[in-house]
């Protein structure tokens, strides 16, 4: 026998997806060179789909929820981690393939896990998760194709939201010039804190049109929502401007015609943050430590235990969430 630890366990019954918390045993536990201590996970919206069985997320039952985790490395058989490391895990395949991050402890492999860089606590990394790490490959990509501050505004859609308040807060310190679109008034405060100068209600963008293009106003984006108010982004932004697309919060269809595209150079920039190579995850995470910083982290994150994430979940699926939720492995 090993040790015994919780976790949040979805499991296939009679059909329906279930989750609820179990003892397991860490002779339990999935094979990887290492061992971890698990102090924090998050939630993502991934998570919400996975865990109420919404979305079809794990691949296999039972399996850990969690896509991300961060915690403190307690053994390893790999030559580039040594036990006491902090690390993070965003994806690889937790809670899909894997068990993941809604558990005391896990095990990983090496090459999904990066050393936390400093000044970066496990909290902290996790207030990032997934979400954030998309929003910093957002940022990435856009000044792949030559996006810099300029005169002209960026625009951040879904802004309240884990992806849209990193972006906020990475591009706001990058110093670009920055409208957020939101559907919430609550949250006006909070985005302008983050650094948005200006903000855009959701009922602008979110609204079909019969026009080809409008008037060029953003110097790009970095949307999580898909469906009409990318559309709008594209038929707004201005010449040779670039949008990352990051989700599908409002809905998977694009309904655009090409006219962005081919009367004004704009490049449409898709996102997938699993399919990032591991190899490249230290240079994002060392960019994040730089860019964002705890000061900018500290005003998106929320610590939850466990056993408050039911609520939570419930909330991010109907898009209510604000900012990102950091989750402490343990029942309060
Ligand atoms: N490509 C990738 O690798 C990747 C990685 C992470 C996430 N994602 C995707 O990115 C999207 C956002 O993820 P997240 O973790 O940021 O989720 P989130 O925290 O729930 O944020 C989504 C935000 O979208 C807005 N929203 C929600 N429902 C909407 C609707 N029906 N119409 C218009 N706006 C709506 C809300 O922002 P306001 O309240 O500000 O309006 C909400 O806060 C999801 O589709 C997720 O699957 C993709």
């Given at each position: 026998m090993?040790?015994?630890?919780?976790?949040?366990?979805i499991?296939?019954v009679?059909?329906?997806?279930k989750a609820?918390?179990?003892?397991l045993?860490?002779?339990?536990?999935?094979?990887g060179?290492?061992?971890?201590?698990?102090?924090?996970?998050?939630?993502?919206y991934?998570d919400?789909?996975?865990v109420?069985?919404?979305?079809?997320?794990?691949?296999k039952?039972?399996?850990?929820?969690?896509i991300?985790?961060?915690?403190?490395?307690t053994?390893?058989?790999s030559a580039d981690?040594?036990?006491?490391?902090p690390?993070?895990?965003?994806?690889?395949?937790?809670?899909e393939?894997?068990?993941?991050?809604?558990?005391e402890?896990?095990?990983?492999?090496?090459?999904?896990?990066?050393?936390?860089?400093?000044p970066f606590?496990p909290?902290?990394?996790?207030?990032?998760?997934?979400a954030g790490?998309?929003?910093?490959?957002?940022?990435?990509a856009?000044?792949?194709v030559?996006?810099?501050p300029?005169?002209?505004?960026?625009?951040?859609?879904?802004?309240?939201?884990?992806?849209?308040?990193?972006?906020?807060?990475?591009?706001?310190?990058?110093?670009y010039?920055l409208a957020?679109?939101?559907g919430?008034?609550?949250t006006?405060d909070?985005?302008?804190?983050?650094?948005?100068?200006?903000?855009?209600?959701?009922?602008?963008l979110?609204?079909?049109?019969?026009r080809?293009?409008?008037s060029e106003?953003?110097?790009g984006?970095?949307?999580?929502l898909?469906?009409?108010?990318?559309a709008?982004?594209?038929r707004?932004?201005?010449?040779?401007?670039?949008?990352?697309?990051?989700?599908?919060?409002?809905?998977f269809a694009?309904?655009?015609t090409?006219?962005?595209?081919?009367?004004?150079?704009?490049?449409?920039?898709?996102?997938?943050s699993?399919?990032?190579?591991?190899t490249?995850?230290?240079?994002?995470?060392?960019r994040?430590?730089?860019d964002?910083?705890p000061?900018?982290i500290d005003?998106?994150g929320?610590?939850?235990?466990?056993?408050q994430l039911?609520?939570?979940?419930?909330?991010?699926?109907?898009?209510?969430?604000?900012g990102?939720y950091?989750?402490?492995p343990t029942?309060?």
């Amino acid at each position: 026998m090993g040790q015994s630890f919780k976790a949040l366990v979805i499991d296939q019954v009679d059909g329906k997806v279930k989750a609820g918390f179990q003892k397991l045993d860490t002779d339990q536990l999935p094979a990887g060179e290492l061992s971890v201590d698990v102090s924090h996970s998050t939630l993502n919206y991934k998570d919400g789909l996975a865990v109420s069985g919404k979305g079809k997320i794990a691949r296999k039952y039972p399996m850990v929820g969690g896509i991300d985790l961060a915690g403190i490395v307690t053994h390893s058989t790999s030559a580039d981690f040594k036990s006491g490391d902090p690390v993070v895990v965003c994806g690889g395949g937790l809670s899909e393939t894997h068990w993941g991050g809604y558990a005391e402890k896990a095990r990983v492999p090496a090459d999904w896990a990066v050393k936390i860089p400093a000044p970066f606590s496990p909290s902290q990394a996790m207030a990032i998760g997934t979400a954030g790490f998309t929003a910093m490959l957002a940022v990435i990509a856009l000044e792949r194709v030559g996006l810099k501050p300029g005169p002209h505004e960026m625009i951040v859609t879904g802004a309240a939201g884990g992806v849209g308040s990193v972006a906020v807060a990475l591009l706001a310190t990058l110093g670009y010039k920055l409208a957020a679109s939101t559907g919430r008034a609550a949250t006006h405060d909070y985005l302008k804190s983050l650094g948005a100068t200006t903000i855009v209600a959701r009922e602008e963008l979110n609204k079909p049109s019969g026009r080809p293009l409008d008037s060029e106003r953003w110097a790009g984006g970095i949307d999580s929502l898909g469906g009409e108010t990318l559309a709008s982004v594209l038929r707004q932004t201005r010449a040779n401007g670039a949008v990352a697309a990051c989700g599908l919060a409002e809905n998977f269809a694009l309904p655009t015609t090409v006219m962005p595209f081919i009367l004004r150079g704009v490049a449409l920039l898709g996102i997938d943050s699993l399919q990032w190579p591991m190899t490249q995850r230290v240079e994002v995470w060392r960019r994040l430590a730089t860019d964002l910083k705890p000061a900018g982290i500290d005003r998106i994150g929320h610590e939850i235990g466990l056993n408050q994430l039911d609520a939570v979940l419930t909330a991010i699926l109907k898009g209510e969430v604000t900012g990102r939720y950091v989750v402490r492995p343990t029942v309060d």
